[in-house]
């Protein structure tokens, strides 16, 4: 597969509707976000351990090779050169929440919701990467194969609370007794190193996608990208590239992982 943004390839391949958010009220948020089956992570680490999937984690570590090295991804890699690569999964599957559509638009709703999840990788030269499974009826497919290990590292900071991910600006936070703290630098910019209120969190969403949602000028112009949030902390976020419009993965109702498609493009898909 040739290189492209992070999610772009893998949400295709897995089939997933992408539908734009839009925009609604202003009620408080609440309630605890829904959590996928207890089951469910161990069926998706079965899943990730197939030899189809091993084939896959090999083809997508060479291709990283071939990609850090300047060269083009979508050549063919021979058994040999797989095999070379030894992939494995490490650890458990791990639930990945993400944004919900229903909070951003001012509902009384959880903040985020399950989206898919996520198990780790290893290749025998020491590279890693992560793969994103959703199920389809009783089985599971991997969607997506990211390098790095964010989707598994920072979900097991759940320390009694909820993880969860606002992709568009590559940010993870979490949830713990009505507050709502960074886990990563861009969160902590995002909402101060002290954290702050899940209300204060909505508003702040919504603030900040409200005018990017369908119908929206930004969103008709075309451009869809430029988007440096002001956190409602002290200043800017740093740049981390362009954000489409806000949308949601219409198989979970979660708001897309596909939305940080240009921003985490330190990240690739070379699947």
């Given at each position: 597969?040739?290189?492209?943004?992070?999610?772009?390839?893998?949400?295709?391949?897995?089939?997933?509707?992408?539908?734009?958010?839009?925009?609604?009220?202003t009620a408080?948020?609440?309630?605890?976000v829904p959590a996928p089956p207890a089951a469910d992570a161990a069926a998706a680490g079965k899943a990730a351990a197939q030899p189809a999937v091993q084939q896959r984690l090999g083809s997508f570590f060479v291709h990283y090779d071939q990609h850090l090295q300047g060269k083009l991804t979508d050549q063919a890699v021979s058994p040999a050169a797989i095999a070379a690569k030894a992939p494995r999964v490490e650890g458990t599957a791990r639930p990945v929440f993400s944004l919900n559509p229903a909070f951003v638009k001012g509902e009384n709703a959880p903040v985020a919701t399950y989206a898919y999840m996520a198990i780790g990788a290893r290749s025998a030269s020491g590279q890693q990467a992560t793969l994103w499974?959703?199920?389809?009826?009783?089985?599971?497919?991997?969607m997506n194969v990211t390098s790095g290990t964010?989707?598994?590292v920072y979900p097991a900071k759940a320390d009694g609370g909820t993880v969860f991910t606002e992709p568009q600006i590559h940010a993870w936070y979490r949830l713990?007794?009505?507050?709502?703290?960074?886990?990563?630098?861009?969160?902590?910019?995002?909402v101060g190193k002290s954290g702050t209120t899940l209300a204060a969190y909505q508003r702040l969403v919504r603030t900040r996608y409200a005018?990017?949602?369908?119908?929206?000028?930004?969103?008709?112009?075309?451009?869809?990208?430029?988007?440096?949030?002001?956190?409602?902390v002290s200043r800017p976020a740093p740049d981390r590239g362009t954000a489409p419009v806000l949308m949601a993965l219409g198989a979970g109702g979660a708001?897309?992982?596909?939305?940080?498609?240009?921003?985490?493009?330190?990240?690739?898909?070379?699947?």
């Open positions: 597969m040739r290189t492209s943004a992070k999610l772009a390839a893998g949400a295709v391949s897995a089939g997933i509707g992408v539908t734009a958010l839009i925009g609604g009220g408080m948020a609440a309630g605890p499974l959703t199920k389809t009826g009783k089985s599971w497919d991997v964010e989707e598994t713990l007794n009505g507050r709502v703290t960074g886990l990563n630098d861009t969160a902590v910019t995002s005018d990017k949602l369908p119908g929206s000028r930004y969103a008709t112009s075309g451009k869809l990208g430029g988007y440096s949030p002001t956190t409602g708001v897309a992982a596909a939305a940080g498609i240009a921003v985490a493009r330190r990240r690739r898909v070379l699947g």
